[in-house]
Each structure stands twice: as structure tokens, then as C-alpha cells.
């Protein structure tokens, strides 16, 4: 008897992965425009996503004006779907036209910089404007190593690998075997991407101010700090919608080096926020970042100090 659930998740993997694949022969123009008439359903559709950016824009920017903390919301759905249509461009598309988007390189020098003087660089890359954009052309440039894990849609796990891989990113799981292999990568004086703004598993982070409250931030930064004496950058790509991207390399908040593990949380959300600041909108401010709060992890048994494997 065919397992109900399972053969529709093979469903849904095979319809994504077929939009996937018509998408990335599409414009990145056409994109954008697609992006605009879908970000305004979505925020009319999808009550959480409209509600998580609402009340994130108004804990993060309360000093704007309603009005404009309602534009912003308007212009982050739009990017933030453009992101999601993208996909198929950046993991499918044609080498050459993925390469011929990225218009401007800004900050390599960090990079060059580092590796000539024998250090890893470990890439802070928030969730702004398309990262995959960016894994594609640092992948592309640089020996890069990268944590990932496997979509909800294991179907899809496949497609996924070799969009990410095929510039030659080496992609290791998110546990112990692959806080190893990052280790490793850095001792070699190469590139390693670490996620800073994602909300780390209890046990896995300390709290640390983002936009002035506390927000619940991984801690294996300064582990491998500590143990490659890796320079640190954020790196994104920007949008130029309808025409492109830029990619920014910016020096990491000075924090992030110091061996204190809240102060080098503080310096990494620092470091995210310096980078929103080229361009608000393009973050993923449909994420929750917060929902974990210092009121709940009040008697937790797990609520402790990360070990670095």
C-alpha cells in the first residue's frame, strides 16, 4: 500500500523542483516583476509572515513613523519573495549568466588580505538580499566550505547539493563532524560560511543584544576563532533589482574576536546589523529572530555553554 504522506511530499518536491527549473531561465527583470505582484500576496495571504515582519520592523526601527515602517514591510516582502524565485536562477541557471549578474564586488580585499598572510576567513552571511548569489560566486573564487542542512523535502536534498556544490562549496553537516571539517578548512587558510543569524538550538548560544534586545545567538564563532585565529567579515549580495547584484565584504565587528563568548555574540549580531544598514529591506525580516527569550530558558537543564567538539 503507497504511504499516503510520503508520495505527497514527492508531490510537492517534483512540482518545486520543476518552478525551480522554469524560473532560472527567466530574466532576473522579469523576476523582480514577478516578485512585485507576489510580495503584495502575500503580505494580503500569509497572515504570519505580514505579522512576523510587522512586529519585527516595529520592535527594531520604533523611532520611524507607522507609515514607514509599513512601506518597509511592503518592500521586504517583495524582496524577500524575489529571494525565493531566484533560487532556480542561482542553483540551475547557466554558470556563466549567475556570473555575469554579480555586477560589483566590494570588501575582496578582506578576503585576499587574510589567506596572503596565512589565515582562514570565516563569512558571516545573514539572511540579506540572496545569499545563494552569494555562495555561488564566493564557491566560485575561493576554497569554500559551508554547513548545511537537508530541506524538509528530502527529494529536493538532491538538486539542492548540486546547486550549492557545483562552483565547488563543500557542504558538511551541521553537527560535530562538520564543526571538524570547518576547523579543518580554516587551518588550510580558506573560507568557511557560517549562518549568524539564525536561532541556534538550546545548549548552542548565549543571548546577546540584536537591535537592542536580547536575541538567543549561536557560539561557535568564537571557538574557531580561538582555535585558526580566522579573520571574520560579513558578506552579502545585494539586490539591484531587475538588474543584478553586488556582493559587499565588510570587517566584522571587533567583538566578535574576543574570547568571552557574549561579548563575541554581541559583536557578531553587530555585524548583522551593520550590513541590514546597506539595505533594510532586503532582509528576512519574516524570520523569529526572537522567539527565544531569557524568561524561558530560566531553569532549563540544557540551557548551558556550547562545547566545541
Known amino acids: 500500500m503507497t504511504d499516503t504522506p510520503s508520495r505527497s511530499r514527492d508531490l510537492q518536491a517534483r512540482a518545486v523542483a520543476l518552478l525551480w527549473r522554469s524560473l532560472a531561465r527567466r530574466r532576473l527583470s522579469t523576476l523582480w516583476r514577478l516578485a512585485r505582484l507576489v510580495g503584495p500576496l502575500v503580505q494580503g495571504i500569509s497572515r504570519r509572515e505580514r505579522e512576523v515582519t510587522r512586529i519585527n520592523l516595529a520592535e527594531v526601527y520604533a523611532e520611524r513613523s507607522e507609515t514607514a515602517r509599513r512601506r518597509?514591510?511592503?518592500e521586504s516582502l517583495v524582496h524577500s519573495s524575489a529571494t525565493m524565485l531566484e533560487l532556480g536562477f542561482a542553483w540551475l541557471g547557466p554558470a556563466d549568466r549567475v556570473?555575469?549578474?554579480?555586477?560589483?564586488?566590494?570588501?575582496?580585499?578582506?578576503?585576499?588580505?587574510?589567506?596572503?598572510?596565512?589565515?582562514?576567513?570565516?563569512?558571516?552571511?545573514?539572511?540579506?538580499?540572496?545569499?545563494?548569489?552569494?555562495?555561488?560566486?564566493?564557491s566560485g573564487h575561493f576554497p569554500f566550505t559551508a554547513m548545511y542542512e537537508p530541506p524538509k523535502l528530502t527529494a529536493l536534498d538532491p538538486l539542492i547539493r548540486r546547486g550549492r556544490e557545483r562552483q565547488g562549496a563543500r557542504l558538511v553537516p551541521t553537527t560535530s563532524r562538520g564543526v571538524a571539517a570547518l576547523l579543518k578548512a580554516l587551518k588550510r587558510s580558506e573560507a568557511v560560511g557560517i549562518l549568524p543569524d539564525q536561532v541556534p538550538h538550546w545548549g548552542s548560544g548565549v543571548f546577546a543584544p540584536f537591535f537592542g534586545r536580547p536575541a538567543y545567538t549561536a557560539t561557535l564563532l568564537p571557538k574557531l576563532v580561538a582555535r585558526t585565529e580566522a579573520r571574520v567579515v560579513t558578506g552579502v549580495a545585494r539586490r539591484l533589482?531587475?538588474?543584478g547584484f553586488a556582493i559587499h565584504f565588510?570587517?566584522?565587528?571587533?567583538?566578535?574576536?574576543?574570547?568571552?563568548?557574549?561579548?563575541?555574540?554581541?559583536?557578531?549580531?553587530?555585524s548583522v546589523e551593520a550590513?541590514?544598514?546597506?539595505?533594510?529591506?532586503?532582509?528576512?525580516?519574516?524570520?523569529?529572530?526572537?522567539?527565544?527569550?531569557?524568561?524561558?530558558?530560566?531553569?532549563?537543564?540544557?540551557?548551558?555553554?556550547?562545547?566545541l567538539y
Do not use: M
Open 72 to 74: 518597509l514591510r511592503r
Open 99 to 138: 556570473e555575469a549578474s554579480i555586477l560589483e564586488v566590494h570588501g575582496r580585499e578582506l578576503l585576499d588580505e587574510a589567506r596572503a598572510g596565512g589565515r582562514g576567513v570565516i563569512v558571516l552571511a545573514p539572511h540579506f538580499g540572496n545569499w545563494e548569489v552569494l555562495n555561488f560566486w564566493l
Open 241 to 243: 533589482p531587475g538588474r
Open 250 to 270: 565588510l570587517p566584522a565587528d571587533e567583538r566578535v574576536y574576543a574570547p568571552d563568548e557574549a561579548t563575541s555574540a554581541a559583536g557578531v549580531n553587530a
Open 275 to 307: 550590513t541590514i544598514a546597506l539595505a533594510p529591506a532586503q532582509y528576512q525580516w519574516e524570520y523569529k529572530r526572537y522567539r527565544k527569550t531569557p524568561e524561558e530558558a530560566e531553569g532549563r537543564p540544557d540551557f548551558k555553554r556550547f562545547r
